[in-house]
């Protein structure tokens, strides 16, 4: 069983920076592929980004949905059973409500597929004001 819980959200400006954090819970955390989702109401979950686990061979271990395409990076500590999501450049259509995710971690690699994750957060609030 992994418990996630996301951190960092919160109101910021048009053009402006947040940082999100999602700390898990258990002692495999390096063997989980982890990824960012984001909801508003009235619309399906939407994959932003997502980092493999750490013994993956793999060309490319991070990948994100084209609208956040040099504007935010994942990232993972595996030390501190932390993965981020840096998020620059923010604009008002990057408000929802973000959710961390973690898959166990295989040959295969579904990223942006929420169906393929096993376990969630709660999610923490990101709003951007124009």
């Known amino acids: 069983q992994v418990q996630l819980v996301e951190s960092g959200g919160g109101l910021v400006q048009a053009g402006g920076s947040l940082r999100l954090s999602c700390a898990a819970s258990?002692?495999?955390?390096?063997?989980?592929?982890m990824g960012w989702f984001r909801q508003v109401p009235g619309k399906e979950r939407e994959f932003v980004a997502a980092i493999r686990w750490s013994g993956a061979i793999t060309y490319k271990t991070e990948r994100y949905t084209d609208s956040v395409k040099g504007r935010f990076t994942i990232s993972r500590d595996n030390a501190k059973n932390t993965v981020y999501l840096q998020m620059n450049s923010l604009r008002p259509e990057d408000t929802a409500l973000y959710y961390c995710?973690?898959?166990?971690?295989?040959?295969?690699?579904?990223?942006?597929?929420?169906?393929?994750?096993?376990?969630w957060g709660q999610g923490t609030q990101v709003t951007v004001s124009s």
């Open positions: 995710a973690a898959s166990r971690g295989g040959t295969t690699w579904f990223p942006s597929q929420s169906s393929r994750y096993d376990y």
């Open positions: 258990g002692h495999t955390f390096s063997s989980y592929d």
